[in-house]
């Protein structure tokens, strides 16, 4: 297909997990539109294959593979199967995650283990399964983290504390397989529109506007803010950057602690 993007992935394999929707589909449209072969995975099959036939039916070559991050044998299989049909993985995208609003002493042990399975067991099963097939040297590893893992949110601690282990893996795999060639780094999106994330966090216009209204660049961001900054990373043009954590939050993360409490009590009712 036609790149309308300034970076050119032609012929080279992008593998995005959890990209059936949402930022991660985005990211994988970037990619796509930018000449990449692409292969997804999802827990849903019918969401991973419609993501794919999408890609497809805008002109990219794509596969779409169910598999659930939790399970390290479903992640191998789907990683072997995408690297079989495209090759050895140039940039791979880690973004499954798990969310929901509750209070700390409202949450069972069951529904913390669960976000930090999905979230931090699933992105050490992807990089962990995925490193045999990552093109040596020259591959790159993107991990999409979140806000919460270093400002603190109510509602939000087991996000937090996963998301907070995403990094400092980012951080110490960049340490390990830096000799291997392969870069490493986490990218954090801020408040992003026309996203589940939002829509839990912020239900409302009038809590949308107000939480616009905290980020220093007075907006809201777009999934394409985050999408071509993960371009750049797996381009010539990010080639020294390994081990960062880069927040794509309009200044967000300077404001400090933020207290969504109302607009998360009016999310749970």
Request: glycine share 10%; aromatic share 6%; hydrophobic share 45%.
């Amino acid at each position: 297909m036609t790149s309308s993007s300034p970076f050119d992935f032609s012929g080279r394999h992008v593998f995005v997990a959890g990209g059936s929707t949402g930022i991660n589909f985005g990211i994988a449209q970037a990619f796509a539109r930018s000449g990449a072969l692409l292969s997804l995975i999802s827990r849903s099959t019918d969401r991973v294959e419609s993501a794919a036939a999408q890609l497809v039916t805008g002109g990219a070559q794509a596969i779409g593979l169910p598999a659930d991050v939790r399970t390290p044998e479903a992640v191998e299989a789907a990683i072997a199967a995408a690297a079989n049909h495209f090759g050895p993985i140039d940039v791979l995208v880690s973004g499954a995650a798990g969310n929901f609003l509750a209070k700390a002493l409202d949450m069972s042990p069951r529904g913390f283990k669960t976000v930090v399975d999905i979230d931090l067991l699933g992105s050490f099963n992807v990089l962990r399964m995925a490193h045999q097939h990552l093109r040596k040297p020259g591959s790159c590893v993107i991990q999409i983290s979140a806000s919460q893992a270093s400002v603190a949110t109510p509602y939000q601690v087991h996000v937090s504390a996963a998301k907070a282990g995403i990094d400092m893996l980012t951080r110490g795999l960049a340490l390990e397989w830096g000799a291997d060639g392969i870069r490493i780094n986490s990218v954090i999106p801020g408040p992003i529109q026309d996203t589940e994330g939002l829509r839990r966090l912020a239900p409302t216009q009038e809590t949308r506007d107000a939480m616009a209204r905290r980020v220093p660049l007075q907006r809201l961001g777009r999934i394409e803010d985050v999408s071509r900054v993960c371009l750049m990373l797996a381009s010539d043009w990010g080639s020294y950057i390994t081990g960062a954590v880069i927040p794509v939050d309009g200044g967000l993360f300077l404001t400090g602690p933020r207290d969504f409490t109302a607009a998360a009590e009016a999310a749970r009712r």
